[in-house]
């Protein structure tokens, strides 16, 4: 047992959704007192960097609803329920830009929010990009546009924030640290 | 108009809480199909990278209850009401670690989790730290220790997954990169 951890009193579901749950657990503190912790639950995410034959980065544009705005991100999306996150990552590779690769290297994975959800999201990197014939139909409520960009332009678009998400801020760099040494 | 907006045509709030509210928006996708979007609303979050005299960086340990166990993490914490982003940095710099800075620099901003949560991190930098005579009292319900790891060990700690949450992976990354150039 951690030494700051938070025994479970009570936990009240709030909400059972598609894509999240959300639930209010009372805890004991490590001091003995009560406090409430909002947590929700989310299956897990898988993050793709394709790097095409001439070093290019694909970037696919997606509106989030939650910014009320389009995001430039690298291809993503959930997993479905006990999914493997190589076959979600080959899945949404394929259905966000129409490539396929039979060769995945897991790069890293990370929480996105530890405060307040558990969603971990796993990074793939492939430089062997194999285009598919016939894309396979994403998700009908999803529409993303594809842009490829150079990995200079990649930085660029960071710093001035066209670039804007976890994943991709981090996966940017990555690939900036594996140039460089 | 972005040519992927999704206009809202009914908002549910679900829950109003003390860190999170949650709201269900049905939107009219781009093909005028209509879909659900689960949206959690977040105040934003700082992050904050310490760096020692001697190039340490300084992380706390916290357990987090939406995974069960305890993180190492950078100091962070989430934006009171309309608060400047510099202002919580200083803030969770004193109540996490007990040093004050005049000195912040600010390296970027991110979204966490943009599928499903409008969570924005401000993520700051500093090497000129003080150290309080009397470092103010924190959250009366959060509890954090100090670890002070040098930039191998971070990097060790990234690879081996014991640092493992975005903020901090990027943190770590990021001056990895600074210092390779």
Redesign the interface.
């Known amino acids: 047992m ?1 030494k ?3 025994k479970t009193i009570s936990s009240e579901q ?2 059972k ?4 749950d ?1 639930k ?2 009372e ?1 004991e ?3 003995g ?1 009560t ?8 299956p897990g ?1 898988v993050g793709i960097i394709p790097i095409t034959k001439e070093g290019n980065i694909i970037l696919v ?7 009320e ?3 430039c ?1 690298i291809p ?1 999306g ?1 997993l479905e329920e006990r999914e493997n996150p190589l076959t979600a990552a080959v899945r949404e590779l394929e259905e966000e830009t129409g490539f396929t690769t039979t060769n995945l290297s897991f790069v ?12 971990l ?1 796993y990074i793939y990197i492939t430089d062997d990009l194999i285009q598919l014939e016939q894309p396979p139909q994403g998700d ?2 999803e ?3 594809i842009r490829e960009v150079t990995l200079d332009q990649a930085k660029q678009m ?1 710093l001035n ?1 066209e670039i ?7 996966a940017i ?2 690939l ?2 594996l140039r ?2």
């Open positions: 951690h700051f951890e938070e709030i909400f959704g598609n894509v999240i959300l209010v657990d805890v503190l490590p001091n007192k406090s409430k912790r909002e947590i929700v639950a989310h995410a544009e997606q509106y989030r609803k939650p910014l705005k389009a995001l991100e993503a959930k890293t994975s990370f929480y996105t929010s530890p405060g307040f959800a558990n969603e999201i009908d409520d529409f993303v546009e960071v924030q804007h998400d976890a994943k991709t801020n981090y760099l990555y900036h640290t460089k040494g």
